[in-house]
Structures are given as structure tokens and as C-alpha cells.
């Protein structure tokens, strides 16, 4: 069925929360989401003569009039709710015939099914979210770690967009300034001093090249800190990785060569998920195989936050690979179970464990932890987490350079006020101010049904 993006007259249903469990929720919403949902339940009294914000017990029932379930039903009327329509929540018991029959019989009395995000794309088309919000709902349901959680509910709650609200207003006054300088031109009269311009614009780029900087930090909370462990074969990395997931995750082999391609797997260490990546041995060989899953260690080296490089106690070496300035560094010497005497403590940037007793893990642990700067993610501080942001926040670095090269150049006034025009165009994508069709229809797509 096609949806027109941008229809909010009709009314809507879905399931607010999976089934399978004890109770759920189905949502309707919309100009006849009372009427319809007075024609399902049996209360005490009629839900068209009761207050917003109110709670009802009652039955509800099929088109015979037999009973369907017993159920609460929440009441919120417009614009006083999160669509800014007249909404009807039904919680009733987690049954899948039950939910499905209610929504059939909601659609019977007039109502459609919602599409993906369509409650919440409703929610922004009546000015209740910003974009960026919006899609911060999203964030919220698939945090799973402390710190994602507090990226994404930061941001829900308007933090991220008050900053660039503030930046954008700063903006449009210098716009004002030099639009007035074009009324006056014949005259010659500048409203908007150069040199405090000029410094205005820089602050204005310095905020902006934070913002975007932060990206790197705050969509690796996001998505999980992916640390990649490396190193020749058979020097334990496997092992490494099933001690620090805490599971057998990974075939443990004496055999060189064991690992041919990547494996992943996760864990929760102090609300941050690091993403822990066991790769194939680097070496020279001649097998396909093996050279396959040698690209992809390289591969998964070059988007590593973290990198464990392991070598074995009985060859202590490290093969020389390709480490960015960006990306933290931990050599590793495995193996130190086989060692007869105490491994040497004259090398401090070495850390010696045994990955098969666990010697020393509690130590890396707390190097893995050291090496995420979880205290730029503040309350004070406002961390980009969305690649649509970080786009937009790099091409208006891009416009406020041009700018500034404008106003050194000494050009025309009309062309360095578009100049900031398109910095406050790229800003406005991000909350929504500047939008378009196919970036709504992109972003709500990916929202779950219901929501």
C-alpha cells in the first residue's frame, strides 16, 4: 500500500509493543481514533465524554457484540499528545489473535494501518519533536548499553537541538545585518562590521568542527567500541576474545591458522558495549583462504577504535602493521602461563596475561575502559551520533569556509550572504526546519511498526 509521506488526516493503528508476553498495547490515533475506539470498548461511560489524560477499565468486543477481552484504555486528546491527534491506547492481555482481531476491527470502523514510524513522523509534522528527536526515538529503543542510552535520551530531550537552534539564530542575525546592507546599497552603509563578522563566523565554525569531531566518540558508543584483535597465527587471539566475552564464542585451536575470517562478539563493560573482533592470523601464505581472511583482518584494522596486538611469550614479536593516531594501541604478550620465570616488567608498554587462565584480563579490562573518554559524554556536552548529522555539520564547515574566504576576498555582500545561507540550510537539515519527502521517508522507515 502506498502511503502519501505527508498524510496526517487519517486515522491510524498499530501495536505500540511486541506480543508474546503478558500484556500489550495497540495504538490508534487520529481525527477518529475516539469514535472508532467507542465502538470497541465497553466502559462506564462513553470515551467521547470523558477528559484527556484519563484511564478506563472496560471490555472490548467483536462486531456481535461478544466479548473480546478485558482491557485499560489510556485517553489523549488533541493536540495535548504525542501525535498532537486525538490518541487511544489499548492495553490488553499479550494474546496475538486478540491484537490482531482489535486491529482488524479498527480497520473495519475506518482506520488504516500506520506505517514504520508514521506515530512518530506525525509527532514532528505537528511541531511536537524536531527531526533530530525524532530520530533520537529511534536511538532510545535500540540503546543497549548505559552510555548509547544517555547519547540518545540527551539528545530526545531537545539538548542537541536547543545548540544547534542557538547557532542557527546566531546566523540568521548576521543575515539580517547584511540584507539590510543590501537594501541600502546605493547609500554604501555597513550594518555588519568585517572584523566582528569575521569573528563571529569562527566562533560559529569552532562549535560546528566540535560537533563534528565528536562523531567519532559518540557513534562508537552507539554502535559498540570495536576493539580488533591481531597477530600471527596461533598466538591465542581466539582465546582472548572467548576470555573477554566471558563465552566460547570462538574455535580454539592449536592448529595455526584456525581462525580464516573474522568473528565478533560482544560485552557490557561499565554501560559501554565493546564490540571485540577476533581476526585471522596476518602471515604470508599461499592459501586462498587464509589470504581472504588476512583482507579482512586489514580491513577490520582500519575501522578499529582499539587495537590489541598479541604476541605469543615464546616469540615476543610484533609484525609491523598500520596504527592510526586516532586509534588506541595495546601490545600484548599471551601466553605468559608457559613462562618458568616472572615476565619482565623493564618494557611498560607491554602487557604481559594469559588468555587461557586469566591472568592479568583484569588489567587489560581496565585498559579497555581507560581508553574511551566517557566523560565528554556529559551532561554538559552535546555528542553527534547520526551519519545524516555528520554530513550536514561537514558540508556547513564546508559553506562557513567559503564564507570567510568571501569576506577576505572582499566579495560582494549578496554572494557572502549566501554563503551563510547554506550553512543555515545544512543546519536546518538536521532538525528538520530543512527538509524534504525522501529524507523523511528515509529516516521513519527504518522505525519499527508502532512507534
Same mark, same amino acid.
Given at each position: 500500500?502506498? !502511503?502519501?509521506?505527508?498524510?496526517?488526516?487519517?486515522?491510524?493503528?498499530?501495536?505500540?509493543?511486541?506480543?508474546?508476553?503478558?500484556?500489550?498495547?495497540?495504538?490508534?490515533?487520529?481525527?477518529?481514533?475516539?469514535?472508532?475506539?467507542?465502538?470497541?470498548?465497553?466502559?462506564?461511560?462513553?470515551?467521547?465524554?470523558?477528559?484527556?489524560? @484519563?484511564?478506563? %477499565?472496560?471490555?472490548?468486543? $467483536?462486531?456481535?457484540?461478544?466479548?473480546?477481552?478485558?482491557?485499560?484504555?489510556?485517553?489523549?486528546?488533541?493536540? #495535548?499528545?504525542?501525535?498532537?491527534?486525538?490518541?487511544?491506547?489499548?492495553?490488553?492481555?499479550?494474546?496475538? %489473535?486478540?491484537?490482531?482481531?482489535?486491529?482488524?476491527?479498527?480497520?473495519?470502523?475506518?482506520?488504516?494501518?500506520?506505517?514504520?514510524?508514521?506515530?512518530? #513522523?506525525?509527532?514532528?509534522?505537528?511541531?511536537?519533536?524536531?527531526?533530530?528527536?525524532?530520530?533520537?526515538?529511534?536511538?532510545?529503543?535500540?540503546?543497549?548499553?548505559?552510555?548509547?542510552?544517555?547519547?540518545? @535520551?540527551?539528545?530526545?530531550?531537545?539538548?542537541?537541538?536547543?545548540?544547534?537552534?542557538?547557532?542557527?539564530?546566531?546566523?540568521?542575525?548576521? +543575515?539580517?545585518?547584511?540584507?539590510?546592507?543590501?537594501?541600502?546599497?546605493? &547609500?554604501?552603509?555597513?550594518?555588519?562590521?568585517? &572584523?566582528?563578522?569575521?569573528?563571529?563566523?569562527?566562533?560559529?565554525?569552532?562549535?560546528?568542527?566540535?560537533?563534528?569531531?565528536?562523531?567519532?566518540?559518540?557513534?562508537?558508543?552507539?554502535?559498540?567500541?570495536?576493539?580488533?584483535?591481531?597477530?600471527?597465527?596461533?598466538?591465542?587471539?581466539?582465546?582472548?576474545?572467548?576470555?573477554?566475552? &566471558?563465552?566460547? #564464542?570462538?574455535?580454539?585451536?592449536?592448529?595455526?591458522?584456525?581462525?580464516? $575470517?573474522?568473528?565478533?562478539?560482544?560485552?557490557?563493560?561499565?554501560?559501554?558495549?565493546?564490540?571485540?573482533?577476533?581476526?585471522?592470523?596476518?602471515?604470508?601464505?599461499?592459501?586462498?583462504? &587464509?589470504?581472504?581472511?588476512?583482507?579482512?583482518? #586489514?580491513?577490520?584494522?582500519?575501522?578499529?577504535?582499539?587495537?590489541?596486538?598479541?604476541?605469543?611469550? $615464546?616469540?615476543?614479536?610484533?609484525?609491523?602493521?598500520?596504527?592510526?593516531?586516532?586509534?588506541?594501541?595495546?601490545?600484548?604478550?599471551?601466553?605468559?602461563?608457559?613462562?618458568?620465570?616472572?615476565?619482565?616488567?623493564?618494557?611498560?608498554?607491554?602487557?604481559?596475561?594469559?588468555?587461557?587462565?586469566?591472568?592479568?584480563?583484569?588489567?587489560?579490562?581496565?585498559?579497555?575502559?581507560?581508553?574511551?573518554?566517557?566523560?565528554?559524554?556529559?551532561?554538559?556536552?552535546?555528542?553527534?551520533?547520526?551519519?545524516?548529522?555528520?554530513?550536514?555539520?561537514?558540508?556547513?564547515?564546508?559553506?562557513?569556509?567559503?564564507?570567510?574566504?568571501?569576506?577576505?576576498?572582499?566579495?560582494?555582500?549578496?554572494?557572502?550572504?549566501?554563503?551563510?545561507?547554506?550553512?543555515?540550510?545544512?543546519?536546518?537539515? !538536521?532538525?528538520?526546519?530543512?527538509?524534504?519527502?525522501?529524507?523523511?521517508?528515509?529516516?521513519?522507515?527504518?522505525? +519499527?511498526?508502532?512507534?
Amino acid at each position: 500500500m502506498n !502511503i502519501e509521506i505527508l498524510d496526517t488526516e487519517t486515522t491510524i493503528v498499530a501495536p505500540a509493543t511486541a506480543a508474546g508476553g503478558a500484556v500489550m498495547m495497540i495504538r490508534i490515533s487520529g481525527g477518529k481514533a475516539i469514535t472508532i475506539a467507542d465502538r470497541l470498548f465497553r466502559g462506564k461511560q462513553r470515551l467521547e465524554n470523558a477528559n484527556g489524560y @484519563s484511564l478506563h %477499565y472496560g471490555d472490548i468486543v $467483536d462486531e456481535d457484540g461478544s466479548f473480546l477481552d478485558d482491557v485499560v484504555v489510556a485517553l489523549f486528546r488533541a493536540p #495535548r499528545s504525542y501525535t498532537g491527534d486525538d490518541t487511544v491506547e489499548f492495553t490488553i492481555h499479550g494474546s496475538q %489473535y486478540i491484537a490482531s482481531r482489535l486491529m482488524q476491527l479498527a480497520v473495519n470502523y475506518g482506520a488504516r494501518m500506520a506505517t514504520a514510524g508514521e506515530f512518530t #513522523r506525525r509527532a514532528f509534522l505537528a511541531g511536537k519533536l524536531d527531526l533530530s528527536r525524532a530520530e533520537a526515538v529511534a536511538d532510545v529503543i535500540a540503546s543497549d548499553s548505559k552510555w548509547s542510552h544517555r547519547l540518545a @535520551s540527551t539528545q530526545m530531550r531537545g539538548d542537541y537541538a536547543d545548540y544547534l537552534v542557538t547557532l542557527r539564530g546566531e546566523l540568521l542575525k548576521l +543575515c539580517s545585518l547584511l540584507e539590510l546592507e543590501l537594501d541600502f546599497s546605493e &547609500e554604501d552603509v555597513e550594518f555588519a562590521n568585517r &572584523e566582528i563578522l569575521e569573528t563571529m563566523l569562527k566562533n560559529i565554525g569552532k562549535q560546528i568542527n566540535t560537533l563534528t569531531s565528536s562523531f567519532a566518540l559518540g557513534n562508537a558508543i552507539k554502535e559498540g567500541i570495536a576493539v580488533v584483535i591481531v597477530g600471527e597465527p596461533n598466538v591465542g587471539k581466539s582465546t582472548l576474545l572467548n576470555r573477554l566475552v &566471558e563465552e566460547d #564464542r570462538a574455535m580454539v585451536s592449536d592448529i595455526a591458522g584456525t581462525t580464516r $575470517d573474522t568473528i565478533e562478539a560482544t560485552r557490557v563493560i561499565d554501560g559501554i558495549r565493546f564490540r571485540f573482533i577476533d581476526t585471522a592470523g596476518m602471515h604470508t601464505t599461499d592459501d586462498e583462504l &587464509e589470504q581472504m581472511g588476512i583482507k579482512r583482518t #586489514r580491513r577490520a584494522l582500519n575501522t578499529a577504535h582499539i587495537v590489541l596486538h598479541i604476541a605469543s611469550a $615464546d616469540q615476543p614479536t610484533f609484525e609491523d602493521i598500520d596504527i592510526d593516531e586516532q586509534q588506541t594501541y595495546i601490545r600484548i604478550v599471551n601466553k605468559a602461563d608457559k613462562l618458568c620465570n616472572t615476565p619482565p616488567t623493564n618494557d611498560n608498554t607491554l602487557l604481559y596475561i594469559s588468555a587461557k587462565d586469566g591472568s592479568n584480563i583484569d588489567q587489560l579490562i581496565d585498559m579497555l575502559r581507560a581508553s574511551v573518554p566517557s566523560t565528554q559524554v556529559g551532561a554538559d556536552n552535546v555528542v553527534v551520533t547520526n551519519v545524516r548529522h555528520y554530513n550536514a555539520l561537514r558540508q556547513a564547515s564546508s559553506a562557513l569556509d567559503m564564507a570567510l574566504n568571501a569576506m577576505r576576498m572582499n566579495m560582494p555582500t549578496d554572494l557572502l550572504t549566501e554563503d551563510i545561507r547554506q550553512v543555515l540550510h545544512h543546519l536546518g537539515e !538536521i532538525t528538520g526546519e530543512i527538509t524534504s519527502d525522501d529524507i523523511l521517508q528515509s529516516i521513519f522507515s527504518k522505525f +519499527c511498526i508502532g512507534k
